[in-house]
């Protein structure tokens, strides 16, 4: 069919009387579908059972003598830190291993600046004027409600297709109230894209007027491929320590989409600087972590290319899922001129852009239907999307014929709702 800003009005309403009646056959089916979260299914879950029988009652000893059953090592065991150091592109001794959530550390580095200030700043942050952090949007949920939560001023920033729009992030930073800025560099959540080489340069190079400004690296899909093709994403570490900034950048990732999700590991790289800031508050807050998952991680993931051919194992259960996604969007909305979508390269999202002004009718039309989806405007900071269009869709933890079911009858609801808000207008 042509887009539909060239139909007529009487074309327009038989349009919608069709539409229509696919939607009370879609809502006859009785359906159940969540696709609110980006969780691993439980397929991918079992991937790693074999895990949870290491490192066995006999064999609880550290390669440098430490009884994981124990207090203490508050850094992490140094073959865990060995084994994740080239995922997170720092030296084993500039990366701490912690429990299962990196939101858990990101939330920690923000508390500890509030109360304490971080390396090169004048003291904390809750004593300066309100600060400011940097959205790229459309951007993570859980960032946002950090921010909101501690009071932190967010400004959204658009992202471009190879990270946000530096110039401005470069005009915002001249505030010295920006202390910071969120960043998912590899597989973004949820557009799907991947910093380019200039985007790092400038990120790590660029003047902040607040000395103690950060980074906080969110590389949470560093190894979450779905195609052969591999992004070069520059090593940020590298990047502001080539630029005179070596504290500037704080680098987290987990293993929650690696292994098990709620029993995985957390982890953060920086500079030595910033590393022995973290630990001097962490170790407050903490004896230590819990090294037998440590060794547990060791043992079953061994190296690079174990982590690399578990990883492949993850793609081979979600790959078909995201295929079904574009083959459904394809079907029902090419050519219409009201959607366009995201065809990602790894992590666990697909943004779609419906008709401005009815991201919110999409998602009330497919609840009807029983099929959650994230609110909209999820995608930006306080849950206000100013054009009321995007839409993040997790397509990981429904089995294949519930993606299929589901894509499909958010197809229908998407050019349902941009039919009928053209007829109304």
């Known amino acids: 069919m042509p887009p539909l800003s060239d139909l007529s009005q009487d074309a327009l ?15 006859g089916r009785g359906l159940k579908l969540d696709m ?24 609880t000893t550290a390669e440098d003598g430490t009884d994981a059953r124990n207090y203490g090592n508050l850094q992490g065991l140094p073959e865990t830190r060995a084994l994740f150091a080239p995922v997170l592109g720092a030296p084993a001794d500039q990366v701490v291993i912690a429990n299962n959530s990196s939101l858990a550390l990101m939330h920690d580095v923000l508390v500890y600046a509030l109360l304490k200030g971080v390396p090169g700043g004048k003291g904390p942050w809750s004593k300066e004027e309100p600060i400011a952090f940097l959205c790229p949007v459309p951007g993570y949920d859980r960032h946002f409600t950090l921010c909101e939560g501690f009071g932190i001023r967010m400004i ?8 946000p729009d530096m110039d401005a992030v470069e005009a915002a930073v001249a505030d010295p109230a920006v202390k910071g800025i969120w960043c998912v560099p590899q597989y973004s959540n949820p557009s799907g894209e991947t910093y380019s080489a200039e985007t790092v340069r400038r990120l790590a190079a660029m003047k902040t007027a607040a000395p103690d400004f950060r980074l906080l690296w969110d590389n949470a899909y560093v190894v979450h491929h779905l195609t052969d ?6 090593n940020i570490l590298d990047a502001c320590t080539d630029a005179g900034n070596p504290d500037r950048a704080i680098v987290f990732a987990s293993t929650s989409k690696v292994t098990i999700a709620g029993a995985g ?5 920086s500079s030595p600087g910033n590393v022995r800031w973290y630990l001097a508050q962490a170790g407050r ?6 090294k037998l998952n440590q060794l547990r991680h ?12 578990h990883m492949e194992r993850h793609r081979a259960l979600i790959g078909p899922k995201f295929e079904a996604v574009e083959a459904a969007f394809s079907a029902r909305l090419d050519g219409h001129g009201v959607a366009r979508w995201s065809r990602p390269l790894g992590g666990y999202f697909v943004t779609l852009d419906v008709a401005e002004g009815t991201a919110g009718q999409v998602v009330a039309l497919a609840k009807e239907a029983g099929i959650a989806l994230t609110p909209a405007g999820a995608t930006h900071p306080y849950g206000r999307d100013p054009h009321d269009r995007t839409l993040r869709i997790a397509p990981t933890f429904p089995t294949l014929d519930d993606v299929r079911a589901a894509a499909e009858g958010v197809a229908l609801c998407t050019l349902l709702a941009a039919c009928e808000a053209r007829l109304a207008g």
């Open 13 to 27: 309403e038989g349009l919608r009387a069709r539409l229509r009646e696919d939607y009370a056959a879609l809502k």
């Open 36 to 59: 609110t979260r980006g969780k691993p299914s439980p397929e991918q879950l079992d991937l790693a059972e074999a895990m949870l029988a290491l490192p066995g009652n006999r064999d």
């Open 156 to 163: 959204p920033v658009e992202m471009m297709g190879e990270g």
């Open 229 to 234: 093709t591999r992004p070069a994403l520059p």
């Open 265 to 269: 590991l957390a982890m953060l790289a």
């Open 285 to 290: 807050r903490s004896i230590g972590p819990d």
């Open 298 to 309: 060791v043992r079953f993931l061994r190296d690079a290319a174990g982590i690399a051919a």
